[in-house]
């Protein structure tokens, strides 16, 4: 009996062991789990149309009263408008964060628009 009694032991042993694998291999796949299933759900109804309005539409929007010499064509009217110039968006308010000119964004708003233009405007969820 207490041999029978230890080979379930063994057994459970066993299971355990390949149970700890199986988590391993969880994680391992976690990391190549996309990003955006982590991120905030970000779209242009909740986050991009406001942040553009507040913090680039005031030189870019096409109705601009003062431009400050923003280029014409550069405009984030509509989701089209800044899907268009997604890298753009991308490269001049996150990666290399000069727009707005003035600053004013916070690190974690940057953040946010990072997260939207990668998982919502350049593609879709
Ligand atoms: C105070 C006015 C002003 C605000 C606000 C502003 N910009 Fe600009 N933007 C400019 C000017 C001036 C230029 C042209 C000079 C330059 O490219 O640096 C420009 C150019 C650009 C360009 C085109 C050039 C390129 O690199 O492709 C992009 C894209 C851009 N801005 C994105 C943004 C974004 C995104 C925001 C908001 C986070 C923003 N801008 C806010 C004034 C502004």
Same mark, same amino acid.
């Given at each position: 009996?207490?041999? =029978? =009694?230890a080979a379930l032991g063994a057994c459970d042993d066993a299971a355990d062991g390949r149970?700890?694998?199986?988590?391993?291999?969880?994680?391992?796949?976690?990391?190549? !789990?996309?990003?955006?299933?982590?991120?905030? =759900?970000l779209t242009w109804d909740n986050f991009g149309a406001g942040f553009l309005v507040e913090?680039?539409?005031?030189?870019?929007?096409?109705?601009?009263?003062?431009?400050?010499?923003?280029?014409?064509? !550069?405009?984030?009217?509509?989701?089209?408008?800044?899907?268009?110039?997604?890298?753009?968006?991308?490269?001049?308010? !996150?990666?290399?964060?000069?727009?707005?000119?003035?600053?004013? !964004?916070?690190?974690?708003?940057?953040?946010?628009?990072?997260?939207? =233009?990668?998982?919502?405007?350049?593609?879709?969820?």
């Amino acid at each position: 009996m207490a041999l =029978v =009694v230890a080979a379930l032991g063994a057994c459970d042993d066993a299971a355990d062991g390949r149970d700890a694998q199986g988590d391993a291999q969880d994680s391992d796949g976690a990391s190549e !789990v996309d990003p955006c299933e982590l991120a905030p =759900v970000l779209t242009w109804d909740n986050f991009g149309a406001g942040f553009l309005v507040e913090n680039c539409q005031p030189c870019h929007a096409s109705g601009a009263v003062d431009r400050h010499d923003a280029p014409r064509a !550069v405009v984030f009217d509509t989701r089209a408008d800044a899907a268009a110039r997604a890298d753009r968006i991308l490269e001049r308010a !996150v990666n290399v964060p000069e727009m707005p000119p003035a600053g004013g !964004v916070s690190a974690a708003d940057r953040a946010l628009l990072e997260a939207w =233009v990668l998982c919502d405007l350049s593609r879709d969820r």
